[in-house]
C-alpha cells in the first residue's frame, strides 16, 4: 500500500513540474510611447468679410481652368498673376483626369456664394473662392496661400458671424497653391449662409515635436 501511495505523490510531482514546463511565458504589454508636440501660431489672417466679390461680378465662371488673381505679397507688394484652378490642377484632391466628371459644376448642385480674387486696384493678402452646394448641405473653401512661413499646416476656419457654426479643417499647402477644405452646414439654416455672415481664418501653424 505505501509503494502504491509513492508512486502516486511521484507521478504527481513529475506531472506537476512537466506542467510548469510547459507553461507559456506571459510577456508583459508593449506601452506605445506618447509623442509629444508644441503647435505654435506663426501667423493669422481674417479674410476681410467686408470686400465680397471685389469684381462685383456674380456670374463669374469658377468653371474655367485660369484664375486671374491679385494678392499682396509678404512685403505687402501688389501682384497680379494667373493661376491654375483646383478644379483643374493634377496636385489638388478635387482633380481628376477627366475634367468633365470634377465635383464642381452648376448640374452637381454647386454655386457661387462668396470671392475675392483682388482687382488691380485692390489686392488682397488671401484671395479666395466659396462654392456652396444647398442640396449637399456643403461649403467648398478655396484659398490662395500667398505667403510663405515656417510652419507645418494651416488651419482653415469657417464660422458664422453669430458663432453659432464653428468648422475646422487643415491642410499642408505649397507657397501659391490652393489650400481647398469642405465644410458640412447641412444642419444650418440657410437663410444664415449669407456672403456677409460667414467668416474665414487662415492659421499658419508650426508643430514641433519632443521625446
Given at each position: 500500500?505505501?509503494?502504491?501511495?509513492?508512486?502516486?505523490?511521484?507521478i504527481?510531482?513529475?506531472?506537476?513540474?512537466?506542467?510548469?514546463?510547459?507553461?507559456?511565458?506571459?510577456?508583459?504589454?508593449?506601452?506605445?510611447?506618447?509623442?509629444?508636440?508644441?503647435?505654435?501660431?506663426?501667423?493669422?489672417?481674417?479674410?476681410?468679410?467686408?470686400?465680397?466679390?471685389?469684381?462685383?461680378?456674380?456670374?463669374?465662371?469658377?468653371?474655367?481652368?485660369?484664375?486671374?488673381?491679385?494678392?499682396?505679397?509678404?512685403?505687402?507688394?501688389?501682384?497680379?498673376?494667373?493661376?491654375?484652378?483646383?478644379?483643374?490642377?493634377?496636385?489638388?484632391?478635387?482633380?481628376?483626369?477627366?475634367?468633365?466628371?470634377?465635383?464642381?459644376?452648376?448640374?452637381?448642385?454647386?454655386?457661387?456664394?462668396?470671392?475675392?480674387?483682388?482687382?488691380?486696384?485692390?489686392?488682397?493678402?488671401?484671395?479666395?473662392?466659396?462654392?456652396?452646394n444647398?442640396?449637399?448641405?456643403?461649403?467648398?473653401?478655396?484659398?490662395?496661400?500667398?505667403?510663405?512661413?515656417?510652419?507645418?499646416?494651416?488651419?482653415?476656419?469657417?464660422?458664422?458671424?453669430?458663432?453659432?457654426?464653428?468648422?475646422?479643417?487643415?491642410?499642408?499647402?505649397?507657397?501659391?497653391?490652393?489650400?481647398?477644405?469642405?465644410?458640412?452646414?447641412?444642419?444650418?439654416?440657410?437663410?444664415?449662409?449669407?456672403?456677409s455672415?460667414?467668416?474665414l481664418?487662415?492659421?499658419?501653424?508650426?508643430?514641433?515635436?519632443?521625446?
Open positions: 500500500m505505501k509503494s502504491i501511495i509513492i508512486c502516486s505523490i511521484l504527481i510531482i513529475l506531472f506537476s513540474c512537466k506542467t510548469s514546463e510547459n507553461k507559456p511565458e506571459i510577456t508583459p504589454l508593449e506601452v506605445t510611447p506618447t509623442i509629444k508636440f508644441t503647435d505654435k501660431l506663426v501667423a493669422e489672417y481674417e479674410i476681410n468679410v467686408v470686400r465680397v466679390d471685389s469684381s462685383l461680378n456674380y456670374n463669374w465662371d469658377w468653371t474655367t481652368r485660369i484664375w486671374n488673381v491679385n494678392f499682396l505679397n509678404y512685403l505687402g507688394q501688389p501682384v497680379q498673376d494667373d493661376f491654375t484652378s483646383p478644379f483643374w490642377d493634377a496636385s489638388q484632391k478635387y482633380s481628376h483626369v477627366d475634367i468633365t466628371k470634377v465635383d464642381m459644376y452648376p448640374k452637381d448642385g454647386w454655386t457661387l456664394l462668396k470671392r475675392d480674387l483682388g482687382v488691380k486696384t485692390s489686392s488682397i493678402a488671401y484671395p479666395y473662392v466659396v462654392l456652396y444647398p442640396t449637399r448641405g456643403l461649403l467648398r473653401v478655396c484659398i490662395m496661400r500667398t505667403r510663405q512661413y515656417s510652419r507645418s499646416f494651416e488651419e482653415t476656419t469657417v464660422s458664422l458671424k453669430d458663432n453659432s457654426y464653428v468648422s475646422k479643417d487643415t491642410t499642408a499647402t505649397p507657397l501659391f497653391d490652393w489650400i481647398v477644405t469642405q465644410h458640412n452646414v447641412s444642419k444650418i439654416d440657410k437663410s444664415k449662409l449669407k456672403p455672415e460667414i467668416n481664418t487662415v492659421k499658419e501653424v508650426l508643430r514641433t515635436y519632443s521625446n
